[in-house]
Structure formats: C-alpha cells, structure tokens
C-alpha cells in the first residue's frame, strides 16, 4: 500500500545553473562565404581554354612526293629538333634534290623573320623529330599564327629527314 507520511514540501532541491543560450552571429560568416564563391567564379571564367583550329594533310599523293590537300610541291619545310633548333629548307624533300639546309631557333629572331620573309602562297610544312619536345610544337604554331600564316600543316619526319637529324648533318 502507499505510504501515509505526509511529503516535507520545505525540503528545497538543489537549483540547476541557469545557462544562457548563444546566438553566434553569422553575417560575418555568410559574407566571407559570398566572397569565396564570386572569387572562384570570377577566376574559373577567366582561364578559358582556347583551341587553335589545324587543318591536318589528309594523304599522300600517289607518287609519294608532297601531300595532296594543298596541291603545292613548294614552300618551306620546318624540321622542329632537340634544344629548340630548327632547321628549314626550301620546298619537300623528295621533290628537291639536296636542299640547302638551314639552322635557326624558335626566338622572334629565328623561325618568325624567316617566316616573314615568305610569300602568302607558300606553304609551311612542320615536322617534329623525335627530339623536340611539345613546347616546340606548340612554339611553331604560334609563330605561325603571329605571322598570319594560312597554310601550314603538321606532318610526320619522313624517315630520309629524320636520318639526316641524327646523324648531325643538318
């Protein structure tokens, strides 16, 4: 049965410590989180890829001399080597009989006074040795854009060429 002890209501019970809730205030916060985001955004659209547009030779002619896209033997061909040299000379390798072989590099100096030196309608043909690095390729087709060169393209060494730049006789 329950008990008949009468309860002592004067008997106090231990007070908890009141503790204030805290509000931390935000705005800062939020502010700092709206300046990241604008930074990010404003440097993502700022660093946009460009691509350069190269309209690679689609075969070979059939006697095997020259490429048939442009329907020119002339021009200039472009060997790319080791260390950034280039060596250039005047039309394709087996249309002209020992060409006279030149050295330059690819400063504003080399590549680009030779290229400014050509006629509108010639054509520029690079080839890149096993030696040259990426840069040179990408060098190459720089001069040929600050030049406003419009008909170049990028070939493969032929192995003639190719023989000439190893054993240093370019």
Do not use: W
Request: proline letters at 5%; aromatic letters at 8%.
């Amino acid at each position: 049965m329950a008990s008949t002890q009468p309860l002592d209501i004067s008997a106090k019970r231990p007070r908890r410590a009141f503790r204030a809730i805290v509000i931390p205030d935000m705005t800062p916060m939020v502010g700092v989180g709206f300046l990241l985001v604008s930074f990010f955004l404003l440097t993502a659209t700022l660093e946009k890829p460009t691509v350069m547009q190269v309209t690679m030779p689609v075969k070979e002619r059939p006697d095997g001399v020259g490429y048939s896209c442009f329907g020119l033997l002339g021009g200039l061909t472009v060997i790319l080597g080791e260390n950034s040299k280039v060596y250039y000379y005047s039309g394709v390798y087996g249309a002209v009989q020992n060409p006279e072989i030149h050295v330059t590099d690819l400063s504003s100096a080399g590549l680009r006074q030779v290229l400014l030196t050509l006629s509108g309608k010639e054509v520029v043909y690079i080839k890149a040795s096993d030696d040259a690095k990426y840069q040179d390729m990408v060098d190459a087709l720089d001069e040929m854009n600050i030049t406003n060169r419009k008909k170049y393209a990028m070939v493969d060494i032929s192995a003639e060429e190719y023989d000439l730049v190893k054993k240093g006789r370019l």
